[in-house]
């Protein structure tokens, strides 16, 4: 039983000893706050022209496992980055869309509707536009525009032309 004990106290003593030692940072490795002050200093001495921020913390501030590391993470984004760069597109992006869907024949309202004058102001352009959107749809004028859209729709666009911004 004694054995035991002095075995646990042992191992306790031994945890004790070297695991604040593990997780003490090495000498060689400069906190952030150290570097960029580092960083500042080769700048306006000219030392660090050319020399992007991250470039000179990875070269001057971190040890050599921790660049190793930090090169393990980039080379691996830079492969998936390619990756998906490889790849063709196959449907067109919404801001693409966007920019080519009103075409010349979609018409928006010049003024609030009559009959939506009663309206609050933003009621009365939604209703406005809305009916407008429909007679457009109808006609088949939209172009490929929608009604709401993320990036740019038929609302967005007849709403800034009934306040004035269009």
């Known amino acids: 039983m004694f054995e035991r004990r002095s075995s646990r106290l042992f191992a306790t003593l031994i945890t004790a000893i070297f695991l604040p030692l593990a997780l003490i940072p090495s000498a060689n ?30 070269a001057q501030c971190t040890t050599p496992a921790e660049a190793a590391d930090e090169s393990a993470n980039s080379a691996s984004t830079e492969a998936k ?36 004058a009663a309206e609050k102001p933003a009621k009365a352009r939604m209703h406005t536009c809305l009916e407008q959107y429909h007679a457009n749809k109808k006609g088949g004028t939209l172009g490929g525009t929608r009604w709401i859209e993320k990036g740019g729709d038929y609302y967005k666009l007849c709403n800034a032309k009934l306040k004035g911004g269009g």
């Open 29 to 58: 490795a400069l906190s952030m706050k150290e570097c960029s002050v580092k960083y500042k200093a080769a700048q306006s001495a000219g030392e660090a022209e050319g020399v992007s921020w991250s470039e000179f913390r990875k």
């Open 81 to 116: 980055a390619k990756t998906t760069e490889d790849k063709p597109e196959t449907t067109p992006k919404k801001a693409e869309m966007v920019a080519r869907s009103p075409s010349g024949k979609t018409t928006f309202p010049s003024s609030i509707a009559e009959k939506f």
